[in-house]
């Protein structure tokens, strides 16, 4: 990773390629960047957990994740590439040129926001890097923490998104060897899928229940909830963006049927895998978000347990590199736009400071990724996702309404994973991005009716 990072650095020589890199990303690179990007360890450390968990209800996760990328593969890819324009930022997109009044509180808004959810996604990501050396190396949180963030914040430092973009393309096939391998290893160690069904249907409790033991409307509502998380990947910045910078000859036909195979392996491999320590390893109560350790300890020799270790590290640092870029430009670009900052120095201090401070986080708030994950993507994808996929296929909002659905999908996203509606999940990831989505589509309706004079 540190040499991709070196070897991307003279690419990063401005600002506007620091960010963005001069918009040059070939289809496998834009597809694994861009699925890597979204897919943190989340997707290997707390699926797997929330299998684990919650058994059979997990399925609902297969719908909710592969339709949030093939939302943007066939909707957002193709629009954004062409609509990208000379806008650096997603924010910058969604608030339009200068001049219309309400600009300058979208864009502050829609800054802070992004700011206050990447820094929570980052400190959980730290945390699950350090969760994976206190596993396996026995030591404490912080060391395993510090060297994760370390590792991350030195090759986007030294490379910015061109780096940040090929390592996630080498980190994404980790990620998805590993989906495939650990799971295929533990079927054929349980004696096959027959004996695998048979091992669940012997658990007990609400473990083989879809719904988790819910009823009626709270049934559909958890349902929703977990299907709900598709709709929060066009609001993601830290993976648009991956749309954003690629070339404008790059095959989409390429990078879809790449992103979308991707997502078809990892996901599903990820819950039979926590299905298969719960009936092979039981653990202790609270640390199902160690079944993949758990696995890979029980079922590779130490030379492949190591690689899954890396995959783990993988997927923690495709992610944060990212948003660490998302955040440096929110700050240097976004809130206080300065063009002085040619060379991009600035946006690298920034990239530090933020590091650092994420880093801090992540050795004080309680550990829970899959929560503190969720609590980011939902506040992120209700404020963004229903605005862009108006902005893109309806054409650009004024900035008074792209104001409000962003305040009415995020604000409302943070309401509701702190009072929950009927089941956790359905306010913040559903309810809050459909109110956000009505706000928008009314908001294109006001803007091609009046449209703002120049």
Not at 185 to 190: E, F, P
Not at 263 to 271: E, Q, R, T, V, W
Not at 290 to 299: C, E, H, I, R, T
Request: hydrophobic share 55%; charged share 10%.
């Amino acid at each position: 990773m540190l040499a991709i990072g070196w070897s991307s650095r003279r690419s990063a020589g401005t600002a506007s390629s620091f960010y963005l890199g001069g918009r040059q990303l070939g289809p496998w690179v834009a597809a694994l960047a861009a699925n890597a990007s979204s897919s943190s360890a989340w997707s290997l450390v707390g699926v797997s957990g929330f299998a684990y968990l919650h058994g059979k209800a997990a399925l609902w996760l297969i719908p909710g994740c592969v339709g949030g990328f093939l939302l943007n593969w066939f909707v957002v890819a193709p629009r954004l590439r062409s609509a990208t324009g000379g806008a650096i930022t997603l924010t910058e997109l969604l608030a339009g040129p200068s001049g219309p009044p309400f600009r300058r509180s979208f864009l502050v808004f829609a800054s802070v926001l992004t700011l206050a959810s990447l820094l929570t996604y980052i400190a959980a990501q730290m945390q699950a890097a350090g969760a994976a050396f206190v596993y396996t190396f026995e030591v404490p949180l912080w060391q395993g923490v510090l060297v994760g963030a370390v590792l991350t914040v030195l090759y986007t430092l030294l490379g910015g998104y061109l780096a940040a973009s090929r390592t996630d393309m080498v980190q994404g096939l980790m990620m998805v060897a590993v989906a495939v391998l650990v799971p295929v290893v533990g079927v054929v160690s349980i004696g096959g899928v027959g004996a695998l069904l048979d091992a669940l249907d012997a658990v007990a409790g609400t473990f083989n229940d879809p719904f988790g033991g819910r009823q009626g409307a709270s049934a559909v509502a958890f349902a929703l909830g977990l299907c709900g998380i598709g709709l929060g990947y066009p609001g993601q910045p830290h993976a648009v963006n991956k749309y954003m910078g690629m070339s404008p000859t790059a095959s989409m036909r390429t990078a879809r049927v790449v992103g979308i195979s991707w997502a078809l392996l990892l996901y599903p491999g990820m819950i039979v895998l926590g299905w298969l320590v719960r009936v092979q390893w039981p653990l202790a109560a609270g640390a199902h978000e160690d079944a993949l350790f758990v696995a890979s300890q029980n079922l590779l020799p130490p030379w492949l347990d190591g690689l899954v270790l890396a995959a783990v590290l993988a997927a923690i640092m495709s992610t944060v590199d990212g948003q660490l870029l998302v955040c440096a430009s929110t700050v240097t670009h976004d809130l206080r736009r300065d063009d002085r900052d040619s060379s991009g120095q600035g946006a690298r201090a920034t990239v530090l400071v933020i590091g650092a401070g994420a880093t801090i986080a992540a050795m004080l708030v309680p550990k829970n990724i899959f929560d503190h994950v969720l609590f980011a993507w939902a506040a992120l994808g209700s404020a963004f996702g229903p605005l862009l996929l108006v902005h893109l296929c309806r054409g650009p909002l004024r900035p008074g309404w792209a104001l409000a659905s962003a305040m009415t999908g995020g604000l409302g996203a943070i309401v509701g994973f702190y009072v929950p509606v009927l089941s956790a999940g359905f306010a913040d990831r559903v309810l809050s991005w459909a109110l956000a989505f009505a706000v928008a589509w009314h908001g294109a309706s006001q803007s091609l009716a009046r449209p703002h004079r120049r």
